[in-house]
């Protein structure tokens, strides 16, 4: 099978792993990065830009996974001044909101080129797994083209509809994750006030009806009190936020962005999303 050219932009604590996998199973690669030195460990197998257009001009399919709007958009704006990217693919895995990116996705059509969005579900360690869940949003037969390599990237696929339907399915499990995790720090510290060891409680908890991938990964945080970010506390309120601009306007979410809010604002922001319980531990 003849592979196209692959390239690769933003290279943080998802993209880097990610990029990885694709490299790992021998597809010809080009990566781009703003901060030049974590494109280093791929100068061995794969092609280092220092110009994301430079990138761009040279590969058939680019992926981009990058932090916030404000990103993407000085990535795009670049992009939409190039003469020709007819025929290209564009999928963005970022989490940015819907509007942009039915914004982008007209614009690149506009240039006869092709886009799609296709953020993940699942943080650091599947990322290096290659374990992701992928909620991709475009047309079927872009999505089978770029299929060999999504599923280097993920365990599954998921085509959930036309753009734009990546980002809302995405937002959609990230609101169920944030009920989650302040559930859980909430159920923790309810049983620790009533002299339950944390960690009695946290095996009760994974061993039940209720338990989870999502609270059995934050059990040894919990446990150990420490909190390195696999999903920082301040991208969960970045997509709370986002899900309150497309239309999510119900009581849980209102408490939700509240707590989130204020334990950013306690400084808990780059932290992983369940140090959210040193913030309710302030406030108990």
């Given at each position: 099978?003849?592979?196209?050219?692959?390239?690769?932009?933003?290279?943080?604590?998802?993209?880097?792993?990610?990029?990885?996998n694709l490299e790992n199973a021998g597809f010809p690669l080009s990566v781009f990065n703003r901060t030049p030195s974590k494109s280093e460990p791929f100068t061995d197998l794969s092609e280092v830009y220092i110009s994301a257009i430079e990138l761009v001009k040279n590969c058939d399919i680019i992926f981009t996974m990058v932090s916030n709007d404000a990103a993407i958009i000085d990535l795009y704006e670049d992009i939409f001044h190039l003469e020709d990217i007819s025929g290209k693919i564009f999928i963005d895995m970022s989490t940015i909101s819907k509007d942009l990116t039915l914004t982008i996705a007209q614009k690149i059509q506009e240039k006869q080129a092709r886009f799609m969005d296709a953020p993940v579900a699942g943080s650091t360690v599947p990322a290096k797994e290659g374990t992701l869940i992928i909620m991709a949003g475009g047309e079927e037969k872009d999505l089978q083209e770029?299929?060999?390599?999504?599923?280097?990237?993920?365990?599954?696929?998921?085509?959930?509809?036309?753009?734009?339907?990546?980002?809302?399915?995405?937002?959609?499990?990230?609101?169920?994750?944030?009920?989650?995790y302040q559930g859980l720090a909430e159920t923790v510290l309810?049983?620790?006030?009533?002299?339950?060891?944390?960690?009695?409680?946290?095996?009760?908890?994974?061993?039940?009806?209720?338990g989870s991938g999502a609270t059995k990964v934050k059990t040894p945080l919990l446990l150990q009190q420490d909190?390195?970010?696999?999903?920082?506390?301040?991208?969960?309120?970045?997509?709370?936020?986002?899900?309150?601009?497309?239309?999510?306007?119900?009581?849980?979410?209102?408490?939700?962005?509240?707590?989130?809010?204020?334990?950013?604002?306690?400084?808990?922001?780059?932290?992983d999303v369940i140090s959210i319980i040193n913030y309710l531990k302030q406030i108990q």
């Open positions: 099978m003849h592979h196209k050219n692959i390239g690769w932009i933003g290279l943080g604590n998802m993209g880097f792993p990610m990029a990885k770029v299929l060999p390599y999504l599923n280097k990237l993920g365990k599954a696929v998921k085509h959930v509809g036309p753009v734009g339907s990546g980002i809302s399915a995405k937002l959609a499990i990230n609101y169920f994750l944030s009920i989650i309810f049983a620790e006030k009533s002299g339950i060891k944390t960690e009695d409680m946290l095996e009760i908890i994974n061993e039940s009806a209720c909190y390195p970010p696999a999903f920082a506390l301040d991208f969960m309120l970045k997509d709370l936020n986002l899900a309150k601009k497309e239309g999510v306007n119900t009581p849980m979410n209102t408490v939700l962005l509240e707590t989130y809010q204020k334990a950013h604002d306690a400084g808990l922001g780059k932290q």
